[in-house]
């Protein structure tokens, strides 16, 4: 069966279609500045990508535009639009709705916009993508895969926040932690790599992308993660903060005389590796300006590794030891340097780093040597070939 998996933002939607049986991505791309200008980006599986400027107003002519593609005569990667079986589509928040993948119907629908005051910029935009596939493939069946749903197996002591309880019992105030399904697929193919059973592995996955965050996976089920009730808990990120002070958001709105709004705006867009270099979120740019020794590329790097290494021994402590640690999304995968400067700190648990291995980007590879105590990987997620998965062990009849 042929899987489109459907990722879709406010203003942008990737795509992919995957032959489930073979594991193939057939066809891939992007629809970017919806709703704007409009861009298609298009790659048939061999052949060069295309990039056309395309009129897109909404999403459904964005998702109209990608299926044209798909089975164009020349170009396209399938002959006829009944080749796909399944629409798997990636979800921000379930909530604690939903504790898997669901088939999408009405009942669905609605509690997942009922989710959408705890993602007001994500949910929303997964459901218009949701309608837009509905109305211009109907009957075929879509999956909901959630990124908040690995991480419902966590402990009411590790997602519960030190405040009352009144709030969590009102609201639903706690941890939900994000990247699931990222989360979820590093550690089973971790397992799977090195050969021991899933169910009996302390794991700990650190995906360092433009978002990160890390994940304690215990027994197969993840027990503690950095992001919390938004994904701007935790780590340090390309423009988010992580962890900070709460009484440091008064303190700021004072001084800078700001709103909430103004704040939230800081900490999400304004700080991470961006804020404390002054000179870009991305960490190509930031190892440049330190090997030239440039002074705020150092304090990033080292504060955002140091940061990594700090959620690494508290989960290794939670777990109680830890087997195998994880790196992946495009940081972990592609920065030995990161990776070494995190594995410098954990020499107490018996970490340690093949240099050479190290060098290693973007593929599978055990990084550490022989005898050390704890394995570690540079492991390449793979989100959409997770959620073809799901979709397709939820709707094979
Ligand atoms: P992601 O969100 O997983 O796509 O990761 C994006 C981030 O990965 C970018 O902002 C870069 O900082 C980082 N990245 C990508 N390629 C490299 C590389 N070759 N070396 C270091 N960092 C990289």
């Known amino acids: 069966m042929n899987v489109l998996v459907i990722n879709c933002g406010s203003s942008s939607l990737k795509y992919q279609v995957i032959n489930s049986d073979t594991e193939e991505v057939l066809a891939k791309g992007l629809c970017e500045r919806i709703g704007l200008d409009g861009r298609l980006v298009y790659q048939k599986a061999g052949c060069e990508k295309e990039i056309t400027d395309a009129d897109m107003p909404t999403h459904k002519q964005a998702i109209q535009l990608v299926l044209d593609a798909l089975v164009n005569q020349k170009t396209g990667a399938l002959n006829s639009l009944e080749e796909i079986g399944a629409v798997g589509h990636r979800m921000v928040h379930g909530g604690e709705k939903f504790a898997c993948s669901t088939v999408l119907n009405e009942e669905v629908l609605k509690v997942v916009e009922e989710c959408s005051d705890l993602a007001p910029l994500h949910n929303p935009a997964n459901l218009i993508g949701v309608r ?39 609201y639903r105030v706690r941890k939900y932690g994000f990247h699931g399904t990222s989360h979820s697929y590093v550690s089973k193919r971790a397992a799977e790599i090195i050969g021991k059973p899933y169910e009996e592995l302390k794991t700990i996955v650190c995906h360092l992308g433009n978002g990160a965050s890390i994940c304690a996976v215990k027994n197969g089920k993840s027990i503690d993660t950095s992001m919390g009730l938004t994904p701007l808990e935790g780590l340090i990120m390309g423009t988010r903060s992580g962890d900070i002070d709460p009484g440091a958001m008064e303190y700021l709105a004072k001084k800078e005389n700001l709103d909430l709004e103004g704040v939230m705006t800081i900490l999400n867009k304004k700080s991470g590796v961006q804020g404390l270099s002054h000179i870009s979120s991305d960490f190509r740019d930031l190892e440049a300006a330190a090997a030239k020794n440039d002074q705020g590329g150092i304090r990033a790097l080292e504060t955002y590794i140091y940061r990594v290494a700090k959620y690494v021994g508290s989960y290794a402590a939670a777990m109680n030891g830890v087997d195998v640690i994880c790196f992946t999304a495009g940081v972990g995968e592609n920065g030995p340097d990161t990776r070494k400067g995190v594995c410098d700190y954990l020499g107490y648990l018996g970490v340690e780093l093949d240099d050479e291995a190290n060098q290693v980007r973007g593929e599978e590879k055990v990084i550490s040597t022989p005898n050390s105590k704890v394995t570690v990987l540079c492991l390449p997620t793979n989100e959409e070939l997770a959620i073809a998965r799901e979709t397709v062990e939820l709707t094979r009849k």
Not at 152 to 166: R, S, W
């Open 132 to 170: 837009a596939c509905q109305e211009l493939m109907p009957g075929v069946p879509m999956v909901g895969v959630f990124d908040t749903a690995f991480h419902q197996t966590m402990p009411e002591k590790a997602y519960l926040y030190g405040i009352d309880y009144d709030y969590y019992e009102k």
